[in-house]
C-alpha cells in the first residue's frame, strides 16, 4: 500500500538510544509528513528527537477533498465543510482509521505496548488522533491535538457514552486564540464535551495566535510527552 510506503521510507526519527516508546505525529489537510517535520524542527531550531521515544510522521494519501471542490488533497478523510455544524463523513474517517491502524499494530509487534504509544496532530490530524484514541486504540498513553475540533454529534463522543472506559486515555489540546480557520470555541467545546465523558483534558489556550504552531506550545507538547512517557532505560544496581 502507497501509504504504508511512504511511512516507512522518509518519516520516522528514531530514539538516540533505546525505543521504548513511540508517537504518532499526523499532519494537518494538505500538509506532508515532512512539512510537519521541519515546521516543528524550525520552530525549535534544531531537530526533534529523544532518547527513548521513536516519531513517526506519517504522510496522508492523496484522495477527492470537498472542501476543496473535490480537488485531490493529502487528507486523512473527507467532510463535507470545514465546520462542526455538518455531520462527519464516517465512512471516509474509519477507513483511514483502520489503515493508520496497522501502523500502531506493528509497533505493539515489535514490542511497543499499548500504554507507551501516544498519538496526536495539528488541524485534521488532531481530528484523526481523537477517533483513533477513543474509538480505536483506547489502551494507549495519550492523545494530543492542536488547533483541533470534533463535530457537533461526533462518534467519539457517542461511542464514550457507551463505553465509558475508553475515556482513560489523557488529552492535551492547544488552540490558537485568535484561529482564522477553526476557531477556539470549537476546540473549547469539543475539550468540555469529552471533560463531561470521562477524559482528562488539559486545554491550552495560546494568546494572539492564529491557526498555526509556535515554538511555545511545541515545548508545552514535549513537557507533556515526557510526563505521560518518561525515559525507562534499563538500569543496573551495582552488587557490593
Not at 111 to 135: E, Q
Not at 148 to 164: R, W
Amino acid at each position: 500500500m502507497a501509504f504504508m510506503a511512504r511511512i516507512s521510507q522518509a518519516n520516522i526519527v528514531q530514539a538516540t538510544k533505546r525505543h521504548t516508546a513511540t508517537v504518532f505525529f499526523f499532519h494537518g489537510s494538505g500538509g506532508t509528513a515532512e512539512d510537519m517535520k521541519e515546521w516543528i524542527n524550525i520552530l525549535i531550531k534544531e531537530e526533534l528527537q529523544f532518547p527513548h521515544i521513536k516519531l513517526v510522521y506519517p504522510s496522508a494519501p492523496t484522495q477527492p477533498y470537498t472542501p476543496s471542490d473535490g480537488m485531490l488533497q493529502n487528507v486523512w478523510f473527507d467532510r463535507m465543510a470545514i465546520s462542526n455544524q455538518v455531520p462527519e463523513n464516517v465512512k471516509s474517517i474509519d477507513s483511514m482509521c483502520q489503515i493508520v491502524s496497522k501502523w500502531i499494530e506493528k509497533e505493539v509487534a515489535d514490542g511497543i505496548p499499548y500504554n507507551r504509544i501516544i498519538l496526536g496532530g495539528f488541524s485534521m490530524g488532531g481530528a484523526l488522533a481523537f477517533h483513533l484514541a477513543y474509538r480505536y486504540k483506547t489502551g494507549i498513553a495519550g492523545c494530543f491535538a492542536m488547533s483541533s475540533f470534533l463535530n457537533k454529534g461526533s462518534l467519539v463522543c457517542e461511542h464514550l457514552k457507551a463505553n465509558p472506559e475508553s475515556s482513560k486515555v489523557p488529552l492535551l489540546q492547544c488552540h490558537g486564540t485568535e484561529d482564522t480557520l477553526v476557531p477556539i470555541a470549537w476546540g473549547e467545546e469539543t475539550a468540555k464535551n469529552l471533560e463531561k465523558l470521562g477524559v482528562n483534558v488539559k486545554f491550552v489556550p495560546l494568546q494572539n495566535m492564529d491557526h498555526a504552531l509556535n515554538r511555545s506550545e511545541v515545548q508545552i507538547w514535549k513537557d507533556w510527552l515526557l510526563d505521560v512517557l518518561p525515559d525507562k532505560q534499563l538500569t543496573f544496581s551495582p552488587k557490593y
